[in-house]
């Protein structure tokens, strides 16, 4: 969806900057030049691009561009003072999209309001940081969530399939890849019965409370330590 959303934006206006990027090089041969090449395979001779392939940009007539991006390999391939349109596909898998977020693309908005989309399915980690920015996206009105059932391309026989695949509508695998559900894997959590809204919470302290912090260096010798009030 994303990729053809690149294109009708580059061919319906002219001199467009889009930069379209990927967590990994090999991602964009492996999967992202087939899926532009299986859409561009039904443009019209005069809207159909050229793409240089030295480069990684595909070149439309009317002086739009769109440009591939591995980030692992070329991460100043998403810097620019005149981009129109920035997607980094599966954001939530992109280990530093915080610094990448912070330090390149908000500066580059200065004065400018270009669009900038996070195509993602959820995160294994629930503290990434993409999650921070769909919360963003979600009070400023521009978040957008598609699950399985809503892709009319898929019949019920094949959901049904694909849902069994993976251990039934309920599993982990599931509620994170096809229903958009952020999830902590018990096999990975250290402490999978941890739950924030009923472990951590505001207690008040008597008037007597006096703060201490007491480190003990260890050992069977020395038998030293330190408080700190």
């Given at each position: 969806t994303s990729c053809a959303v690149d294109v009708c934006e580059a061919?319906?206006?002219?001199?467009?900057?889009?930069?379209?990027?990927?967590?990994?090089?090999?991602?964009?041969?492996?999967?992202?030049?087939?899926?532009?090449?299986?859409?561009l395979t039904t443009c019209p001779s005069d809207v159909r691009p050229t793409y240089l392939r030295s480069k990684k940009v595909y070149e439309f007539q009317n002086g739009s561009t769109i440009k591939l991006v591995g980030l692992d390999k070329n991460l100043n391939g998403i810097r620019g003072?005149?981009?129109?349109?920035?997607?980094?596909?599966?954001a939530a898998f992109v280990s530093n999209l915080e610094y990448i977020y912070t330090s390149i693309i908000v500066p580059a908005t200065a004065n400018r309001n270009f669009k900038i989309v996070f195509p993602s399915t959820p995160p294994t980690?629930?503290?990434?940081?993409?999650?921070?920015?769909?919360?963003?996206?979600?009070?400023?009105?521009?978040?957008?969530?598609?699950?399985?059932?809503?892709?009319?391309s898929i019949n019920e026989v094949e959901r049904a399939r694909l849902l069994e695949e993976v251990g039934g509508k309920d599993s982990i695998t599931a509620q994170r890849e096809f229903y958009c559900k952020v999830v902590r894997d018990p096999k990975t959590t250290i402490v999978p019965e941890f739950n924030e809204a009923k472990s951590v919470v505001d207690i008040t302290m008597p008037e007597h409370f006096i703060p201490c912090t007491i480190i003990d260096w260890g050992g069977s010798v020395d038998k030293a330590g330190i408080i700190l009030g």
């Open positions: 061919a319906l206006r002219t001199k467009q900057d889009i930069r379209y990027s990927t967590a990994f090089q090999t991602d964009l041969e492996g999967f992202i030049i087939p899926i532009f090449d299986s859409i003072n005149a981009i129109d349109l920035l997607v980094i596909d599966e980690d629930s503290e990434h940081f993409w999650l921070q920015l769909c919360q963003k996206a979600k009070q400023r009105g521009t978040y957008l969530e598609l699950t399985i059932e809503d892709n009319s």
